[in-house]
């Protein structure tokens, strides 16, 4: 018994240890007046991105004060280098109780640059195409976050994109799922049943250019990503 109270105060003395030698080394907020969220992350070279969502256009949010996606990019320091903002029409996905919250990835590339996805259900604005239905979208940014070019993966049904690898060739591999019906859309082939969805992986080359794409699945739902 003394042995195993021992054992959880040595624990107990390991744990205040290591808590102790952790310091804040910055913390930064960023928000405009009205409600803002950080949802996701990412280490660059020399910063960071971060992925989440706004509804102002104050504050240190310098878009209009359309709610929408808001993607950040910050230095060693936490300091902001750029920031972008995507409309409401442009991030929204679609879960089985309806419209949810933001969710919006970004990863960096190669160049310094980031490639972000997002789902869409309209055109326009920094979307060059939408299929119908909802659609999984990519949008390549370079090292101060202008758009280089954007990339849709759909048809006129529901399809979605759940993650995206920049590849050795400095293309992109793109994983996600879909119900295509192998006629609208760019997606080449329909899935399996119509009624479920199939998991759609896409390869795109550094340009964003299509380089082919391949669905999978069975007679119940298939994901990738």
């Known amino acids: 018994m003394l042995l195993r109270y021992a054992k959880i105060l040595l624990l107990i003395l390991l744990s205040q240890a290591i808590f102790a030698q952790m310091q804040i080394d910055w913390q930064q907020c960023y928000c405009s007046m009205e409600t803002d969220e950080a949802w ?5 070279n020399d910063g960071y991105l971060v992925i989440g969502m706004q509804q102002g256009g104050d504050g240190q949010v310098i878009c209009s004060n359309t709610s929408g996606a808001w993607l950040l ?3 060693g320091t936490g300091e ?3 920031q972008k903002c995507y409309s409401e029409k442009s991030a929204y996905r679609m879960f089985n109780e309806g419209v949810s919250s933001y969710i919006f990835y970004g990863n960096p590339t190669n160049d310094g640059g980031c490639v972000a996805i997002a ?9 060059t195409n939408w299929y119908g239905g909802y659609d999984g979208w990519l949008v390549k940014l370079d090292s101060l976050g202008n758009t280089e070019w954007d990339f849709t993966v759909g048809s006129q ?12 060739d400095n293309g992109y591999i793109i994983a996600g799922y879909g ?12 899935s399996y049943t119509s009624s479920y969805a199939d998991a759609v ?4 080359d550094s340009l964003g250019n299509p380089v082919w794409n391949k ?5 119940n739902s298939d994901v990738a990503g």
């Open 40 to 44: 996701d992350v990412v280490q660059v």
């Open 73 to 75: 990019r910050i230095n």
């Open 80 to 82: 902001i280098d750029w």
């Open 119 to 127: 789902d869409i259900f309209s055109q326009g604005g920094d979307i």
């Open 157 to 168: 049904n529901a399809d979605a994109i759940n993650g995206v690898k920049q590849t050795l």
């Open 179 to 190: 119900r295509p019906d192998g006629i609208s859309g760019n997606i080449t082939n329909p």
């Open 201 to 204: 992986i896409y390869k795109l």
């Open 215 to 219: 669905t999978y699945g069975g007679s």
